[in-house]
């Protein structure tokens, strides 16, 4: 039996994505997450063949979501789902450990062939854009290793930082003390080797974070 994850937060695209892939696979095992928190806690107390990781869902925001899992659950593979095709940003998942990626106007035999193709351990890309993908460069998988080890509240006071809020308003956009802000901040700057905001702006904007969805 094959067991997947799904973690997409609309459940009409996860029970499209269940029927295409049952219609397929008569030995698939199929559970669903629809946030971050969610999927962390499923890969916690299971065991995962595969997970399909949208990138906007809440708590996940493009990238922070992938980096964070595949940090804390590095022998699970993870093929990310999104509506967004962009060739840089297929480049940089493909580059730091993604099964594939498989756009949300796939249709159901491109989903089939590419969930069967990253069973058997091969990468899946559509064709639109394999010959569009690109080398990911040391510096940024340096940057992404850094930002995987941000926790979840410090990653949104990052985003928030990057759109040039004072700790202040991060505090009343999170609901947190200034003081526990602050010391977010500071673990970020740590964590990431950087001792000002610009540079944390820098990062953030490097990796094509976007601002959190509020849960």
């Not at 493909?94 to 099964?99: K, S, T, Y």
């Not at 890309?125 to 010959?131: C, D, K, Q, T, Y």
């Not at 990653?155 to 759109?163: A, G, H, N, S």
């Amino acid at each position: 039996m094959i067991s997947l994850l799904i973690a997409d937060d609309h459940p009409l695209y996860r029970d499209a994505l269940k029927g295409a892939l049952k219609l397929h696979h008569s030995d698939i095992s199929i559970a669903e997450s629809g946030d971050l928190n969610s999927t962390v806690e499923a890969l916690k107390h299971n065991e995962f063949d595969l997970v399909m990781l949208d990138l906007h869902m809440p708590g996940s925001s493009d990238l922070f979501g992938f980096l964070h899992i595949q940090k804390q659950f590095p022998d699970i593979p993870i093929a990310v789902i999104s509506g967004t095709e962009d060739a840089a940003l297929i480049s940089k998942i493909v580059g730091l450990g993604a099964m594939g990626f498989i756009p949300k106007t796939a249709s159901a035999a491109e989903i089939n062939e590419a969930v069967t193709s990253m069973f058997e351990g091969d990468v899946w890309l559509p064709e639109s854009v394999r010959l569009k993908i690109q080398d990911v460069d040391e510096n940024f998988s340096k940057l992404a290793e850094s930002v995987a080890s941000l926790t979840p509240s410090q990653y949104k006071v990052l985003c928030y930082m990057r759109d040039g809020l004072l700790n202040k308003q991060i505090g009343y956009n999170l609901d947190i003390a200034e003081a526990t802000v602050k010391a977010h901040v500071t673990a970020i700057f740590r964590k990431l080797g950087i001792n000002n905001r610009t540079q944390a702006v820098l990062i953030a904007s490097e990796l094509q974070l976007e601002p959190p969805v509020k849960d």
